[in-house]
């Protein structure tokens, strides 16, 4: 009898270490929602959703698609899984980052009133991260848990308002040059609410100092935003892969971060 169960014990330990590799490695009830950047579209956060899924640690489990007009339209359920992920997809994706920044407010006062969330962790690419920041600040029902913004625009955008080594930061963070973006987020600052920071930039050492879209500074320009607010911290992507688009394409730097950062994987 002794034998036997010894045998049924070893049995049921190699079922469980055979145990499938998208399984869940633990509970986690913390949705996270994945936005967009400018002309972004589902494919900007679906290989950041898929790293997680491979890692075993969250499923996409609902799509908000928000119309032209700021109308939300829902797919899917959070409590189809115990670490869901929320994928944003704007139909307008040009509308610029006051705007993504009001919309994705609106979906997370959505969440809360419809599904009861009142924490969130929260990765945002490009405009999709300053929304992020933004959102954070908009005094929302929703407190935002771990935050990961990836290449940033917080205070310029090359071709737009910015130029290769125009704006400079002052010892204390503070940056040479206070763009209207830049300036709604200090004007809102006090209002931040989240619990920790990891900042992705990029720089593929060209000689410019950015990613090709955003440069360096304006990605680090964050910091001073959040200042004694939040566990704040930062990480460099350097090379090739640091090109702005290439940040959320597989990239196993920027991969390997976000599953640390928000899953300890």
Known sequence: MRLIKRILLVVAVLIIGLAPSGQLVEADTTPTIFVHGYRGTAFSTN???????????????????????????????????????????????????EVDSQW???????????????????????????AVIAAA?????????????????????????????????????????IRPEYARLLQRREHFRAKSVLNIYGNVQDGSDTDTVVSVNSALSLGYLLR?????????????????????EHNVAVDRAMLQFIWGK
């Open 47 to 97: 290989q950041l959703i898929e790293s997680a899924e491979a890692a075993g640690v969250a499923k996409r489990s609902m799509v908000v698609t928000v119309s032209p007009n700021g109308q939300l339209n829902v797919q899917g359920d959070l409590h189809a899984t115990a670490a869901p992920i929320i994928q944003v997809i704007f139909q307008n994706n040009t509308a610029g980052e």
């Open 104 to 130: 994705l407010a609106k979906i997370l006062t959505m969440l809360h009133q419809r599904y009861g969330v009142t924490r969130l962790n929260a990765v945002g690419h490009s405009m999709g991260a300053y």
């Open 228 to 248: 004694g607010l939040t566990k704040y911290q930062t990480l460099a992507v350097t090379g090739p892969h640091a090109q702005h688009s290439r940040l959320h």
């Open 137 to 177: 600040m908009a005094q929302t029902p929703v407190e935002l848990e771990k935050v990961v913004v990836i290449a940033g625009p917080y205070d310029g955008l090359l071709g737009w308002n910015d130029k290769p080594h125009e704006l400079q930061l002052a010892a204390d963070g503070r940056p040479s040059l």
